[in-house]
């Protein structure tokens, strides 16, 4: 889990650097293909429960699972990128958000604070903790600034398989009362709204919008449960990650 983890950092890392305004999501999609395949890897989401491309490209009122495509980045955009790898018969899952270019005012505070949720779910994770502590911990983040916690896509097991039963949702259900243990593997991944959090899906059967059209971010981790914390599983062995690498527009 930690080779494939960094891995599955590396391909978003490098996939991050050459994101420009003016590049279509399908070219991001050949670039993390290729670099999945060229490094060993399957580029999970390929051809995983029919899904017809080898990463997510989720843009602006797009929460999740937007399907890459001809359209051209614009400059003030917003893009998660969500790679998925597997190699060595485990998973690693990372996205980020990307702005591109000049981005007005709210879409930065909506991707810097998510990006801070993502941190806060990850702090409430330790053997003996509960998995609706990440979510609280997430939500108390989102609502004190003022933003949505979708509540249709949730943090999930990973290892093995892609998404394995374990549920972790990104708002507070006492009823997700597991106990997490030492050892567990799992994502974390948030996607917070600057307007209201519910959400709509596109006849494609994926892309999953807001539905009042407003903006939305997305950062993802694979991390393991440990004794007294958590381990971030999706970063390079110098532990570098495209969380940290891209906090600047890019192109
Ligand atoms: N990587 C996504 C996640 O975080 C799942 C994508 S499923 C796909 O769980 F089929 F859309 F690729
Ligand atoms: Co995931
Ligand atoms: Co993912």
């Known amino acids: 889990m930690r080779r494939t983890g960094a891995l599955a950092a590396e391909v978003l890392i490098a996939a991050c650097g050459q994101v420009r305004a003016g590049m279509t999501t399908d070219a991001i999609d050949r670039f993390v293909h290729d670099a999945a395949v060229a490094a060993g890897a399957y580029p999970s989401p390929l051809g995983y429960r029919g899904y017809p491309k080898s990463v997510c490209t989720s843009v602006n009122e797009v929460i999740c699972h937007g399907i890459p495509d001809s359209r051209r980045l614009a400059p003030g955009d917003i893009v998660n990128i969500d790679v998925t790898v597997y190699r060595e018969g485990v998973h690693g899952d990372t996205s980020v958000t990307l702005m591109i270019g000049e981005v007005d005012e709210h879409s930065r505070r909506l991707v810097a604070e998510t990006r801070v949720a993502l941190h806060e779910g990850i702090g409430a994770v330790q053997a003996g903790a509960a998995v609706s502590d990440i979510g609280r911990a997430i939500q108390n983040h989102a609502w004190r600034h ?5 509540r249709e896509f949730i943090g999930h097991g ?17 009823r997700h009362s597991t106990v997490l243990g030492e050892g567990m593997t799992f994502t974390i991944e948030p996607m917070l709204t600057l307007g209201s959090p519910e959400a709509a899906m ?3 059967g994926w892309t999953a919008v807001t539905v009042d059209g407003r903006r939305t971010a997305q950062f993802e981790h694979t991390l393991a449960c440990t004794a007294d914390g958590a381990e971030i599983l999706t970063r390079t062995p110098a532990g570098e990650c495209a969380h940290d690498l891209f906090t600047e527009p890019v192109g």
């Open 202 to 204: 596109w006849d494609d």
């Open 146 to 150: 003022s933003l949505g916690v979708v």
């Open 158 to 174: 990973v290892g093995t398989e892609f998404h394995s039963g374990l549920q972790v949702p990104h708002y507070y259900d006492r």
